[in-house]
């Protein structure tokens, strides 16, 4: 992770806001073994650092998001895979041991220009919101390559939209275009090219002008309730509601709102 502009991912951070850029343009910013450690430090960073309320990933030169694995590096005969490692590393892995099942508790919100494939797809499916550009594209190819989707690109898809599209894209393996990613619910909005990073810190800024705590509150509670039965879910809201309730953070948004601040 370095700012140096040969580097596989870019960092920077304005005020509350960090942008992590995927800067391989001349490969599609194609996901080699050399930004995997600066992709889940740039994540970690996102995740541990208390002056960063929201992370913006996105990817360099305008062609695409990442078209995934680099697969000319896969091909090479000393190449363990883009996991690397057995098949008993591979399941000895912990979640979170790579950038796709980090847990970042802040939001995080993908801007997407170009290619969303693979590796790239279930990239921005690790994030809370994804807006994109007409030109771009969408798709899990790795069944027509021989293998299933990994990084979580199943499990996370089957959440993100309605099952009939999903097991559609995961069992062709076919791109859908930016309107059908927007109508199945893959993107919240469409933008054009020269206002996608100015729309993702926008919106950035907004939430992250919101109370932080509660903020990752509400995402911790929108990514667990769809696993839990209704019951269950609302008990968990009403506990961590009562929890915040009982920080300055909580106790001073009335107060500001009395006062006429907001």
Known sequence: MTDGAEAAVLFEADGHVARITLNRP???NALDTAAREPLLEAMTRVHEDPGIRVGILTGAGGRAFSAGADLKEWARPDSPGFSGGSAQDALAKEPGDEFFTIRVAKPLIAAIDGYCLAGGLELALACDLRIATPASSFGLPEVQRGFPPGGGGVQRLV?????APAM????TGERIDAETALRWGLVSRLVPSEE???TATDLAERIAANA???TRVVKELALA???QPLGQALQLGSVL???VGQTPEA????RAFARGDG
Do not use: F, K, T, V
């Open 26 to 28: 001349h490969a599609m």
């Open 159 to 163: 959440r993100a939209i309605s099952l």
């Open 168 to 171: 559609e894209m995961l069992l």
């Open 196 to 198: 996608l990073l100015a």
């Open 212 to 214: 932080p705590l509660a």
């Open 225 to 227: 309730s769809p696993d």
């Open 241 to 243: 509601r009562w929890i």
């Open 251 to 254: 106790q001073e948004g009335p």
